[in-house]
T-cell receptor, first 116, second 120 residues
């Protein structure tokens, strides 16, 4: 069983819908991440949370709204998305020890999102 | 400019043979780390191997080894004795800003990936 669980695995939504992606990590890590994986493009970092504080927002449109209520849970709230937002959304966690350390990211299986 | 370049969209290898997946990177930071991840069809990204910019030896993890050529800025993944279960997408990634004052934490920049198919 993976240490990072994402739900739902698949999501189809209309452009006017509001939905949320959920991520839970069981590894005791203190940092969590959202990545977007579009077809034919490299993975793009969206958000980073370190000790529940958002430390990075990689110029993500406001129709994506992250929430990190505690170090084990991470949400991505979606509203008024566009068809080009269709992608695999991957959550990851790590034990961040600050600069100079090699911490591995542990990923979930992702949510495959289709926006109609 | 792309920071991570994987020039092989797809690779094929016979079972039990070795295969090399190419990765070149671009950074002016003297401190950085290079990672390889495997993504099977299930979608999960699985960490394979890591190489630090100051590591003297090439990294090895079981059947995986990293051919690190710093002057050429390349970090190729070598998989020995390929297995059918190795068929997947493989991503090279880099983390910069690892020196004093760096603030990148776990931020990784990924390449576009290489699809590896292992034939029986």
């Amino acid at each position: 069983e993976t240490g990072v669980t994402q739900t739902p695995r698949h999501l189809v939504m209309g452009m006017t819908n509001k939905k949320s992606l959920k991520c839970e990590q069981h590894l005791g890590h203190n940092a969590m991440y959202w990545y977007k994986q579009s077809a034919k493009k490299p993975l793009e970092l969206m958000f980073v949370y370190n000790f529940k504080e958002q430390t990075e927002n990689n110029s993500v449109p406001s129709r994506f709204s992250p929430e990190c209520p505690n170090s084990s849970h991470l949400f991505l709230h979606l509203h008024t998305l566009q068809p080009e937002d269709s992608a695999l959304y991957l959550c990851a966690s790590s034990q961040a020890q600050g600069p100079g350390f090699n911490e591995k990211l542990f990923f979930g299986s992702g949510t495959q999102l289709s926006v109609l | 400019a792309q920071k991570i370049t994987q020039t092989q969209p797809g690779m094929f290898v016979q079972e039990k043979e070795a295969v090399t997946l190419d990765c070149t990177y671009d950074t002016s930071d003297p401190s950085y780390g290079l990672f390889w991840y495997k993504q099977p069809s299930s979608g999960e990204m699985i960490f394979l191997i890591y190489q630090g910019s100051y590591d003297q030896q090439n990294a090895t993890e079981g059947r995986y080894s990293l051919n690190f050529q710093k002057a050429r800025k390349s970090a190729n993944l070598v998989i020995s004795a390929s297995q059918l279960g190795d068929s997947a997408m493989y991503f090279c990634a880099m983390r910069e800003g690892l020196g004093a004052g760096g603030t990148s934490y776990g931020k990784l920049t990924f390449g576009q990936g290489t699809i590896l198919t292992v034939h029986p």
